[in-house]
């Protein structure tokens, strides 16, 4: 809670179609940023880059240098130069399965309908995850910095941007108060 991204800056952004006031300005037009790079930033000031240049994964660039990831691979000088497959243990995965065992996402999810419990891959981290994609999606929309207050999970200070991150529903598709 409380958490991710602060600022997200969607300037360098290329669309196939114009954009103005952050919607295209041709209808019935592929109109999704092919070409983006947006620059992310956590209130300790760690930096974060949504891009799509480079091979679809994650990297992560620290002072010992780069590791890279997607579904495939794992590869970068830390890995290379220290990999060591031995001295991971099933220990280790227990921590990170969060105590469950390692069965894939489809198969967790269905063990915790039958028998309770929260997912390994829960809710609450992926609501931050997408709401960062969402974010950045707005910036680059706008081609601009929006700012973002993670606690109230709010838009600050800019209208136009918070008027894209929650749209009034049709009528009779409005999800109930509870």
């Known amino acids: 809670e409380g958490m991710g991204p602060i600022e997200f800056d969607g300037a360098d952004a290329k669309h196939p179609v114009a954009f103005e006031n952050g919607y295209p300005t041709v209808d019935d ?16 000031g760690t930096e974060m880059t949504i891009t799509s240049r480079g091979d679809n994964g994650i990297t992560f660039e620290g002072t010992k240098g780069r590791i890279f990831v997607n579904r495939g691979k794992i590869t970068g000088k830390p890995i290379d130069e220290n990999w060591d497959a031995d001295k991971f243990t099933d220990e ?3 921590k990170l ?3 469950k065992q390692f ?14 419990g929260q997912t390994v ?12 994609c969402h974010l950045a999606c707005i910036a680059a929309r706008l081609g601009r910095t929006i700012r973002w207050d993670p606690k109230e999970e709010k838009i600050v200070g800019d209208e136009q941007a918070a008027a ?3 749209r009034k529903p049709r009528e009779g598709f409005e999800i109930p108060r509870v």
Do not use: P, W
Request: hydrophobic share 30%; with cysteine; aromatic share 18%.
């Open 29 to 44: 037009s592929y109109n999704t940023s092919d070409d983006y790079a947006v620059n992310c930033k956590f209130a300790n």
């Open 92 to 94: 280790d995965l227990v």
């Open 97 to 99: 399965y969060k105590g």
């Open 103 to 116: 069965e894939g996402h489809k198969n967790n999810f269905y063990r915790c309908i039958r028998e309770g």
């Open 121 to 132: 891959s829960d809710v609450f981290t992926h609501v931050q995850a997408m709401n960062t």
């Open 164 to 166: 894209f991150f929650a």
